[in-house]
């Protein structure tokens, strides 16, 4: 089973920026394709960004041209740079990561972008 748990979320004005980072568990990283999602109260999850198992990203596009994913095979990680925050941006961001064995999410971190 895979475990994933998210860091760097918090407060941050518009305009400024945060970066995101989920850790995952096992062996198998280099084969799960990882996406970031997010859910506002009184909203459903939505796609924020993913990244392939061989390394092609896709965004929303909301976040297209502000948002960058990345991965780090070799530490298990997968990140999310958010840049140009905008209040809409406010929200629970989750890691996600599946394979043909599964999909898993981790529990999520908070990003309130307020002035």
């Known amino acids: 089973q895979v475990q994933l748990v998210e860091s760097g979320g918090g407060l941050v004005q518009p305009g400024g920026s945060l970066r995101l980072s989920c850790a995952a568990s096992?062996?198998?990283?280099?084969?799960?394709?990882m996406g970031w999602y997010r859910q506002a109260p009184g909203k459903q999850r939505e796609l924020v960004a993913t990244?392939?198992?061989?390394?092609?990203?896709n965004y929303a596009d909301s976040v297209r041209g502000r948002f960058t994913i990345s991965r780090d095979n070799a530490k298990n990680t997968v990140a999310l740079q958010m840049n140009s925050l905008k209040p809409e941006d406010t929200a629970v961001y989750y890691c996600?990561?599946?394979?043909?064995?599964?999909?898993?999410w981790g529990q999520g971190t908070q990003v309130t972008v307020s002035s």
């Open positions: 996600n990561a599946g394979w043909v064995y599964g999909t898993y």
């Open positions: 096992g062996s198998s990283f280099s084969r799960y394709a």
């Open positions: 990244i392939s198992s061989g390394g092609t990203s």
